[in-house]
Nanobody, 127 residues
């Protein structure tokens, strides 16, 4: 059973940066697809980014390319989301997600494709 725990959220001013972490446990020696999603108040959960746990290839929501960077540290069983030039519209609860993957597969951007989820962490961008 994969378990995910997010950390690093909080309040940041517009234009600032924040790095979210997602500590994973229960991973086996195989490929996983690890993703970040977010849900703003009154809106549906949306895809942010994803990364292959072993291969390291990445995928981003088009609207976030250039500001957000996903990475992973296999030794620490942790994935990260570096968020720069933050805007008030980035305010949301951010969720880490995971699923068993395979080397040749495309990273999914649909939340229903991810069976494992963290509890979510609040990010607020405000002056």
């Amino acid at each position: 059973q994969v378990q995910l725990v997010e950390s690093g959220g909080g309040l940041v001013q517009p234009g600032g940066s924040l790095r979210l972490s997602c500590a994973a446990s229960g991973l086996m020696s195989r490929e996983y697809f690890m993703g970040w999603f977010r849900q703003a108040p009154g809106k549906e959960r949306e895809f942010v980014s994803a990364i292959k746990w072993i291969a390291g290839s990445t995928r981003y929501a088009d609207s976030l390319k250039g500001r957000f960077t996903i990475s992973r540290d296999n030794a620490k069983n942790t994935i990260y989301l570096q968020m720069n030039s933050l805007k008030p519209e980035d305010t949301a609860v951010y969720f880490c997600a995971a699923r068993a993957g395979y080397p040749w597969g495309n990273l999914p951007s649909v939340q229903d494709d991810y069976p494992y989820w963290g509890q979510g962490i609040q990010v607020t961008v405000s002056s």
